[in-house]
């Protein structure tokens, strides 16, 4: 597995993140630049773990769900307790999958129990 695939992973039908991220890494914290996927070049990534707390900052496309929107999902090292999200929608799908609709451009924070 590349460890371009740990942060976002376009071989499903919608990209998901982190899916098999080891969470020593989310806690020394993991930033990528340009990665090409099927759905467009991800400008900019960058993950970090503290506590029971994760922050995702997200600057690029996903699959689209039309009107400018995208949608991916992130595979969460945490079980949600508490969701942020700035300039995005979001919906817990099971107890660590979270679905998110954005414009392009996100952070979301996740809160542990």
Known sequence: ??????????LFEVPTM?????VDL?????TASNI???????????????????????EGPGKSAGDGQYELLIDSPITPREIQCSSCRYE?????TIK???GGKFTIKVLGP
């Open 1 to 10: 597995m590349l460890i371009r695939d740990l942060i976002i992973n376009d």
């Open 18 to 22: 982190l899916r098999g991220m080891p």
């Open 26 to 30: 989310l806690r020394r914290g993991v």
């Open 36 to 58: 090409l996927t099927i759905h467009g070049l991800i400008k900019n990534v960058s993950i970090s773990m503290r506590g029971k707390e994760l922050m995702i900052n997200y």
């Open 92 to 96: 817990v799908l099971s107890s660590n």
């Open 100 to 102: 998110v609709v954005h």
